[in-house]
């Protein structure tokens, strides 16, 4: 969705949810429970029109398992949907939100950007005095159905990042299955 809308709103803390911290539901899958991963992250990149969502994973080694780690991802988004959010990660997440939306207004630099932001996206630089009511605002059940609505299989690409040995090695693989076809 375009930046500024409530479900703008909603998945920006949806992904503070997924991947801020160790606590966070992509990190606890992918690097504890599954040691898949060496990192694992999410973030909103706002448009005046629509905006993209990122979730990404590193693999903890060169030739780990793509399709476990979409799986991995899959899994959390999917119970996501199916069981929401709970309050206590909404508040955390609106709680870093806050602490990073104050911490920005700290220098001149910081307002003026948050100025110039506001006039550029709204056309209304006060919404810089309500930007954070509304993040306040979102309910759970807002993270959950903008979660369903925009993290689908359909409405998402994948790029996958392999070093050249491993390019060559998947080729060599995937021309040996041809060749058994």
Avoid: C, W
């Amino acid at each position: 969705p375009a930046e500024g809308t409530p479900e703008y709103l909603a998945l920006d803390l949806a992904t503070d949810i997924l991947s801020s911290g160790q606590s966070s539901r992509l990190y606890k899958k992918l690097i504890y429970e599954l040691q898949i991963a060496s990192e694992a992250s999410s973030y909103m990149d706002g448009r005046e029109m629509p905006g993209l969502a990122y979730i990404y994973a590193v693999a903890r080694e060169p030739e780990g398992d793509i399709g476990a780690m979409e799986g991995a991802i899959e899994e959390v988004i999917a119970d996501v949907v199916a069981r929401g959010v709970s309050e206590q990660e909404l508040e955390k997440a609106k709680n870093k939100t806050e602490a990073r939306l104050v911490a920005s207004r700290v220098t001149v630099q910081g307002k003026a950007d948050q100025l110039a932001h506001a006039a550029i996206f709204y056309n209304n630089t006060a919404r810089v005095n309500t930007i954070l009511s509304e993040y306040r605002e979102v309910s759970a059940e807002q993270v959950r159905a903008a979660v369903e609505k925009y993290f689908r299989r359909t409405n998402r690409s994948m790029v996958v990042y392999q070093p050249p040995e491993a390019l060559l090695t998947n080729a060599e693989s995937a021309a040996s299955d041809l060749h058994s076809f």
